[in-house]
């Protein structure tokens, strides 16, 4: 399920970028486009202005000339003096029947363009006034775009027309180079998109997988750990029903027990559950954190005494200030502390409760000299269901308290740590920050 999920997260991501990156890349190649043509038309109107003045000031025009100006700008020139070809074309290697096709083409579409009848009869060459024109047009002889140039000018009593070509395949070749070159850029941004795409979202949904997982083995655990108080009842509440009365006060003992730990269970799986939700409401209040510990202390002191276990309690000398928490929360996490502690450390053991502030900071620490917490298993004790040797706990150990206390002081933006006590036990550090 998380792999199509993967799939189509990376498909949407890439693809809306894709598709900005697309039309983006088009707008771009359209006013790019767009400007190399009128560049080059603008260019070519000033040659043929520039040529047109040459023409108009030359006295003669010379052959030289002409070939400079066609090799130097890639035209192709094509001189008339009174519509009969000058002797310059007829001499051009490349003055062909195609060529004159070409030169005629493009002198009728002048003709069409600007409505000129050059017929003998109606030039008047008293009346003539030296001009240029251009234009574009597309051959249907070579089949090519051309930028056209016309000049005319009247010259001792004859007209001499220039037509100017600049056959527009360098530009069209530009152009095309340019778009292989974006769709090859945008391909190989697309790629890496993609790959992107398929490691971000990845790395995105990897906690989430996770999540789920651990969920899984939550309510997989939750479910292991409620079959066994279950299963006690009922076959207690069955042996129940052909047993003496005797035997029955001993079974219906026997299903308050496990009733009482399903609903210790239940309520932990109830508040870790909250937590998950981010319904883990805690009301924070300025309290004093050594009346907690006292309290606490009195009562952990008759469990520890039924083991003959010393529980000492040390408490700064100078008052200290108020502690910003939740006094239930923190009451709670103190008792499961003692609770471990107590669970933990064999008759006759020792347990130390202490507080300490300390530049703004408190700092609860509970020791005990007990089987300690081997260091492979420190950091997996506040995972949920975990217990370091699932035969050192009891039956009423299911391995939630620590991961509550975790959520309780994450909650309270403050830190709980595990190390080990000399010569031997462990030490549970709680710190909460003050104000
Ligand atoms: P449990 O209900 O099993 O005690 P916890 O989450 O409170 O669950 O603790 C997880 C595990 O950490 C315990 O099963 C135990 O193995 C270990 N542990 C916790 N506190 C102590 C302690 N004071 N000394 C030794 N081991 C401890």
């Known amino acids: 399920m998380y792999k199509k999920v993967h799939l189509r997260l990376t498909i949407l991501s890439t693809g809306i970028t894709a598709a900005i990156m697309i039309i983006m890349s088009f707008g771009y190649l359209y006013v790019s486009e767009k400007n190399l043509y009128q ?35 890639n035209y192709i020139f094509f001189v008339l003096d009174n519509g009969t070809p000058f002797l310059y074309n007829q001499l051009s290697n490349f003055y062909d029947v195609s060529q004159e096709k070409l030169m005629q083409e493009s002198m009728n579409i002048y003709q069409q363009m600007f409505l000129i009848d050059h017929t003998e009869n109606s030039v008047s060459y008293s009346s003539y006034v030296s001009h240029h024109v251009q234009f574009q047009f597309k051959s ?89 108080p279950l299963a006690v009842i009922l076959s207690s509440a069955e042996c129940c029903k052909n047993a003496s009365i005797e035997e029955q006060a001993g079974f219906i003992k026997n299903i308050c027990q496990e009733g009482m730990r399903m609903s210790t269970l239940i309520n932990d799986l109830l508040t870790l559950s909250g937590s998950d939700n981010h319904q883990f409401s805690i009301q924070i209040k300025p309290a004093e954190l050594d009346t907690l510990l006292i309290n606490s202390y009195e009562a952990f002191e008759p469990l520890a005494k039924e083991k003959s276990i010393a529980l000492l309690l040390e408490l700064p000398e100078n008052t200290i200030p108020l502690c910003p928490m939740d006094t ?50 420190k950091k997996k004790i506040f995972d949920r269901f975990y217990r370091a040797e699932k035969s050192r706990s009891t039956k009423d150990h299911f391995g939630l308290g620590l991961s509550i206390a975790y959520e309780i002081i994450t909650a309270h933006h403050g830190t709980i740590t595990v190390s080990d006590a000399f010569p031997s036990g462990s030490v549970f550090t709680v710190t909460l920050p003050g104000k």
């Open 39 to 73: 560049n080059q038309y603008n260019s070519f109107k000033n040659d043929i202005n520039t040529i047109s003045t040459n023409l108009e000031t030359q006295s003669i025009i010379t052959m030289e000339w002409l070939s400079k100006m066609e090799t130097q700008n």
């Open 328 to 377: 239930n929360r923190i009451s709670q996490v103190v008792s499961i502390l003692l609770h471990n502690a107590v669970s933990y450390t064999p008759e006759s053991g020792k347990i130390q409760i202490s507080l300490f502030y300390r530049k703004n900071t408190f700092k609860i620490s509970i020791k005990d000299n007990g089987i300690g917490i081997p260091d492979q298993d």
């Open 140 to 228: 249907k002889i070579t089949n090519e775009n051309y930028f056209c140039g016309v000049i005319e000018i009247e010259k001792s009593k004859s007209i001499l027309q220039v037509i100017i070509l600049s056959p527009l395949h360098l530009l069209k070749k530009q152009i095309s180079n340019q778009r292989i070159r974006f769709f090859a850029i945008d391909g190989a941004a697309i790629f890496l998109l993609t790959l992107f795409s398929w490691i971000f979202t990845g790395k995105l949904l990897k906690p989430i997988i996770e999540n789920q997982k651990k969920q899984i083995q939550f309510v997989a655990s939750a479910s292991h750990e409620l079959r066994t």
